[in-house]
């Protein structure tokens, strides 16, 4: 496995994770689907690379890009040992956008004016001569306006033309754009998703949503647009965007995505009428903005939380035990300092915290 750090204190581990799919995706198939080669053949040939590329993005504690990093600042590890970075540029790599349009009726007036200068802006501004675009919107329906290409004016004319009407399957859209990227021409891929947040005719759940992004190789990034004035029943969900572009699902210390079970149906409610809520030192399973998508997270209330807990109104988190020793360890937890690593800009441990083991008591 390959790791990279920088400066004194952090450390950045991107290169672990991008490895280890490498050995997934093109060792493994080799393996599997083709017969042994004998060297002895003359008609065979051996084939090895000297060169690994990878590109690595470096954010501060706030999330924001650093781009002054030079080759001096950067140590490439192979299984403890330090490898010669032969070749380094900070050059911008081509990319393939999205551009992912909410064009229901709930965006109309000022938000969607807001929406096309946005996009409009990626295109006329942000993207370079090399990268391609593809521009769909959605409502109640996903429609395509315009395919990958690196020809943007034709899609500013149909940006312009574009009115609000219908519902909005914001889950949909995204789930019938991402096959859209197996036709793409660059390996970097985003789908840059510009809406209200308020979904209200998808058929697609949003944990079955995140199961796919989780699988595929495309981030996803959301610009929420809203209007000072607007009422509060079509005002922007930002609790939807935050889940769908937080890619779900436990992660390994090196920020791989681990294996789940099947999410389980949702308990608060028997939880509640049990006696249990979120008070402090009390375990809860984590969850999606969908109560039934639980699977393998658990968080540990340090404060009361009492918005957290089940009601007619609220389905809550459900409550399925207590720390009875070692609260001193989860407070001390909580104090560690956080800051950006691996996929996420910010609230990651800048220390690792690794539990060694953790004892179930039956009551």
């Not at 032969?86 to 909410?102: A, G, M, W």
Request: net charge neutral.
């Amino acid at each position: 496995m390959g790791s990279c750090s920088f400066g004194q204190e952090a450390r950045c581990i991107t290169l672990r994770s991008k490895l280890a799919i490498l050995v997934v995706l093109f060792g493994v198939p080799l393996v599997a689907q083709r017969p042994a080669i004998d060297l002895r053949d003359s008609k065979n040939f051996r084939a090895a690379s000297e060169l690994v590329t990878t590109a690595v993005t470096v954010r501060d504690a706030d999330g924001r890009l650093i781009t002054t990093l030079e080759k001096a600042d950067f140590i490439v590890e192979e299984d403890g040992v330090t490898q010669p970075i032969t070749q380094f540029t900070k050059d911008r790599v081509p990319v393939s956008l999205s551009l992912t349009l909410d064009i229901s009726d709930s965006m109309r007036g000022q938000r969607m004016a807001d929406a096309r200068g946005a996009l409009a802006h990626f295109l006329d501004k942000l993207l370079a001569e090399d990268d391609e675009a593809s521009l769909l919107g959605f409502n109640h329906e996903t429609r395509m306006f315009g395919q990958w290409t690196t020809e943007r004016s034709g899609m500013r004319t149909k940006l312009d033309a574009i009115r609000p009407s219908g519902g909005t399957a914001l889950y949909d859209a995204i789930d019938a754009t991402l096959p859209l990227f197996e036709s793409r021409q660059h390996p970097r891929a985003a789908l840059l998703l510009v809406s209200d947040g308020a979904d209200t005719a998808s058929d697609v759940t949003p944990t079955a949503l995140k199961q796919k992004l989780v699988r595929s190789d495309v981030f996803l990034y959301a610009i929420g647009i809203d209007t000072l004035d607007a009422r509060n029943s079509t005002r922007i969900n930002p609790f939807t965007l935050q889940e769908l572009t937080s890619q779900g699902g436990g992660y390994t210390e090196d920020f791989s995505p681990k294996p789940t079970r099947p999410p389980i149906r949702h308990e608060g409610e028997s939880s509640s009428k049990a006696g249990l809520s979120n008070a402090p030192g009390t375990v809860a399973m984590a969850r999606t903005q969908d109560p039934h998508s639980a699977s393998s997270q658990f968080f540990i209330n340090v404060n009361d939380n009492k918005s957290l807990n089940y009601s007619p109104t609220n389905p809550g988190y459900t409550v399925f035990g207590k720390v009875v020793s070692g609260m001193d360890v989860v407070t001390k937890i909580a104090k560690s300092a956080t800051g950006s690593g691996g996929q996420f800009p910010k609230d990651v441990p800048v220390e690792k915290v690794i539990i060694k083991s953790a004892k179930l008591i039956m009551p």
